[in-house]
């Protein structure tokens, strides 16, 4: 057993203690980092002699010798360096005198440039972190070490947001990797303080009509008695237990947030994101312009009824291919336009969808499934009675709810129509399949067979532009529809049936149901403790089970009413903590104008692999727009295992080699726990230490790569850091530790010197400490622990943390030798390295002394010398000389 034999005062400087927020029974656990008073400053810490000896750098050795074990020794002399030391004495010494701690307001210079980087709140398993994890933090890390170095105010939090799970653990490590977070900006997402702006921002949305009530379908499991996200539900079954999941409407929240599409596209362009997350976006959002059109049903006997089935399409020009219609199974008007022959077909049928998922639904490599509803409806620009059916890849989510099937210029009404014989009408051609009318043309072209004496349109020989704009004109002049601009993106689903969540405030009169939102200043509206959280099986939230929470009256008219059971979505409070980072501690506003304008907008953002894209849009209490813009890193994996052997590279991308149009998404398998191949960053750090984790992570590729952990790559970059600790401090002693100095002298450095500095460093027999300085500034960012430490021995008694960034010298950087060609009698027989300034004279002793170029001139005569400074040196020799040279 190795003993750490650390020299303390005899009490701490400070006292880094948990404590535990109790509330409402949940057990929700946090890392304290608060400390008072906090330093009125935000100069650079310095070492008190009190906390040199409490971070034991008067005895730097921190093994005694005396007390480790033959087999113990070993294991000291195997490490490249003993970052086992170093990094635990400097994470304590950063925490205590709050080394990255961002000044308050009235202390911040504002003159200086500000950096707020932030990142993606931590959602690791219940086994905690795996080595994927950090990735994202150190990158950020770096890049706030680095600003804070360059002379900026730098903004770098971190928070939580999970309703009763546990969060001390995780910042622990995210401590132990020597990440720079001002911890006294902690924030959680779960607290009361902290929600109560949560809820204050959803009683600005109902306001302005941003958040309403609507029946939406969601999962409900009978068996479980509660309703699933879409991820909890596999195959129809639900993932825990398998029980049958059906789709039931719902009375939920909604947000309204398209009403804000068109703004969200438009800023894409401003923003600095990878084009393919830009274009992922742009499909989420997926705006298109068309038309909505009525489609009369008819009665029996053929005759037009006021019923009207209303579709949206964004191919006008294909309206005269209509051959039939689709009506979502939960479409509205479905159980009026069923003939009493289809009843139970169709009854059935909706029982079956009620059991898939959307993406089940709508998956292109399903076959389609659907039956007649037995009633028709009349195509308004032609007059022809076409038949209604009900097919499931149709969602009453979506659009209307209805679509016009245009079998011969869509793949799945082509499908559709075929697998039911419904007739399939051709009204648009292009020129390179004028003649091929057996596949379905999706494409644009010139319209044929589209003209009507009825109607009185005719679209005939117009190309698909010009025939949609005047379908569109006579639609709406006819009175059969409107020009619409629909979405893709639909509101979201602001509603869970669960405890742990933030109470929605808001009361339903008893008397008529109506929503009156609570005061402001009854905020914040906190959970009741409950003993049972579990499932009513009713389809009511547990929050249902607090009666006399539940029961409550409404505050200005006194008249009873009940609280919302549902509560808030986990994802509520993370949508605008970038917002409160600015301004933690604010208990009158959700953040200081002046602050937001100071801090604002977030510089650089990085989130993880597991999540999309989100905005969230409110309004300050002067009605001003803020708004956050955020994507994550997206990593794809193949779900199978392609053995290796299989496998070719081919450009950037790998192949397999029997089919090589066939590309692999990656080489490996994402992390996770349930295939085994989690790497803990905890035994990395144990073995190599957290500066060659953070600095391996960095050189594993782009940081918006796949990338396949090599622990033989974390290796190199160990050893590196053993020689850049080796370089500096020297070998070590006979017992495998080292001294408490370095071998930097302080001497002038050699030209040579400055200029391998300038492109970095390498190792000579001097090193002067003006050259071991900036070096030491140059790593910190990456391995901050051992900068710290060498930092610290070089003499220095304030932390690097806020030291200038070296900036390279121009002068050092240019090139002052050249490789100069030799050739003997007109043949090039090697080179030699010469400065610019060389002469003749220089160049040949040069050349005489080489020793690939000397066996060609001992001994032998010269006649003649052609020089050309710095391009060429040919040597013309005797003869005679020349024949005894060996070929």
């Known amino acids: 057993m190795i003993q750490i034999q650390w020299l303390l005062p005899p009490q701490p400087l400070t006292s880094i203690h948990h404590h535990h927020h109790h509330h409402h029974r949940r057990s929700v656990v946090f890392f304290s980092h608060r400390r008072s008073p906090p330093p009125k400053h935000s100069s650079p810490v310095t070492f008190s002699n009190a906390s040199r000896k409490y971070f034991g750098f008067r005895a730097c050795n921190c093994v005694s010798s005396e007390s480790i074990s033959e087999e113990s020794k070993e294991v000291v002399k195997v490490r490249q360096y003993p970052f086992h030391e170093i990094e635990p004495r400097w994470q304590k010494f950063w925490d205590a005198n709050r080394t990255f701690r961002t000044p308050d307001d009235d202390e911040i210079d504002t003159s200086k440039p500000k950096f707020y980087v932030l990142d993606m709140f931590p959602y690791p398993s219940g086994a905690g972190l795996h080595v994927g994890h950090p990735l994202g933090y150190t990158a950020t890390d770096i890049l706030a070490r680095f600003k804070r170095m360059q002379g900026f105010n730098v903004l770098h939090p971190m928070g939580w947001d999970a309703f009763g799970l546990p969060a001390e653990q995780y910042a622990i490590e995210l401590k132990s990797l020597g990440f720079s977070f001002d911890w006294d900006r902690e924030i959680s997402t779960t607290e009361p303080d902290y929600y109560k702006w949560t809820q204050w921002i959803f009683l600005q949305l109902l306001k302005k009509g941003l958040a309403y009530q609507a029946e939406v379908p969601v999962n409900w499991c009978p068996a479980l008695g509660t309703v699933l996200a879409n991820e909890e539900v596999v195959d129809g079954v639900s993932e825990r237990g398998g029980h049958p999941v059906i789709r039931k409407p719902m009375r939920q929240w909604m947000l309204k947030i398209t009403a804000f599409a068109d703004r969200l596209l438009e800023d894409l362009d401003d923003l600095d994101w990878p084009e393919s997350i830009k274009e992922m976006q742009r499909n989420w959002i997926g705006k298109s312009e068309g038309a909505e059109v009525e489609f009369c049903v008819l009665s029996r006997d053929g005759q037009d009824t006021d019923k009207k089935i209303i579709v949206y399409t964004t191919r006008p020009d294909t309206i005269f291919g209509v051959t039939y219609l689709v009506l979502a199974p939960e479409h509205s008007l479905l159980l009026s336009v069923v003939s009493e022959t289809q009843q139970n077909i169709v009854e059935e049928y909706k029982e079956v969808a009620s059991r898939k998922s959307d993406l089940e639904r709508t998956e292109l490599q399903k076959e389609k499934s659907g039956v007649f509803s037995g009633c028709y409806a009349r195509n308004p620009v032609n007059g022809e009675a076409i038949p209604i059916w009900v097919a499931d890849y149709v969602l009453g989510s979506y659009g209307t709810g209805a679509i016009m099937a245009v079998p011969a210029h869509d793949t799945r009404d082509h499908e559709f129509a075929l697998k039911y014989n419904i007739p399939i009408h051709w009204v648009v051609t292009s020129d390179e399949r004028s003649d091929d009318f057996e596949k379905p043309y999706a494409g644009e072209g010139d319209v044929i067979n589209s003209s009507s004496s009825t109607s009185g349109l005719n679209i005939n020989g117009l190309r698909s532009k010009e025939a949609a704009a005047k379908v569109i004109e006579w639609v709406e002049r006819t009175g059969n529809g409107n020009r619409k601009v629909n979405y893709k993106l639909r509101d979201w689903l602001f509603a869970r049936q669960r405890y742990w969540g933030e109470p929605i405030p808001v009361v339903f009169l008893d008397d008529n149901g109506e929503i009156v939102p609570i005061p402001e200043t009854e905020l914040p509206l906190t959970l009741p403790e409950l003993d049972d959280f579990t499932p009513t099986g009713t389809g009511d939230p547990p929050l249902s089970k607090a009666v006399s ?137 144990s073995e190599y230490g957290a500066d060659s984790l953070r600095l391996y992570e960095m050189f594993m590729g782009p940081l918006r790569d796949s990338k396949t952990w090599n622990t033989s790559g974390i290796e190199g970059v160990y050893r590196f850091l053993g020689r850049s600790w080796r370089l500096i401090v020297g070998s070590p002693l006979s017992d495998g530790t080292y001294g408490n100095q370095t071998v930097a002298v302080d001497e002038n450095p050699s030209l040579e010197q400055l200029k391998s500095l300038h492109r970095c460093i390498e190792k000579w027999e001097k090193l002067p400490k003006s050259i071991v300085e900036p070096f030491v500034l140059l790593l910190s960012p990456y391995a901050p622990h051992m900068a710290e430490e060498l930092w610290f021995r070089l003499g220095h008694s304030t932390t690097l943390a806020y030291e200038p960034f070296p900036k390279a010298n121009p002068a050092y950087l240019k090139d002052t030798t050249v490789t100069l060609p030799v050739q003997i009698n007109g043949r090039t027989r090697g080179t030699i390295q010469v400065e610019v300034t060389c002469t003749e004279d220089d160049a040949f002793k040069l050349a005489s002394l080489d020793e690939k170029l000397s066996k060609y001139l001992d001994g032998k005569t010269v006649k003649k010398r052609i020089y050309v400074s710095g391009k060429i040196l040919n040597v013309i020799l005797e003869r005679e000389s020349t024949k005894v040279v060996s070929r």
């Not at 919302?564 to 200081?592: H, I």
């Not at 295992?641 to 080489?667: C, H, M, Q, W, Y």
């Open 549 to 685: 929470w539940v029961k409550t009256v409404e505050s200005s008219s006194g008249k009873p009413s009940r609280r919302e059971t549902n509560t808030m979505p986990q994802w509520a409070g993370s949508c605008w903590y970038y917002l409160r980072f600015m301004d933690p501690k604010n208990s009158t506003q959700l953040v200081d104008k002046k602050k937001e304008k100071y801090w604002s907008p977030v510089d650089v953002y990085v989130g993880g692999a597991e999540h999309a894209v989100q905005y969230m849009a409110c309004k300050d209490q002067n009605g001003n727009f803020v708004s956050a813009d955020s994507v994550d890193v997206l990593g794809e994996y193949k779900q199978e295992r392609i053995p290796e052997e299989e496998v070719t590279k081919s450009g950037s991308s790998f192949v397999l080699k029997d089919n090589p149009s066939i590309r692999l998404i990656a080489r490996a398998h994402k992390m996770s726990k349930s295939r085994g191949n989690v790497i803990n960053p905890d035994d990395v750090v």
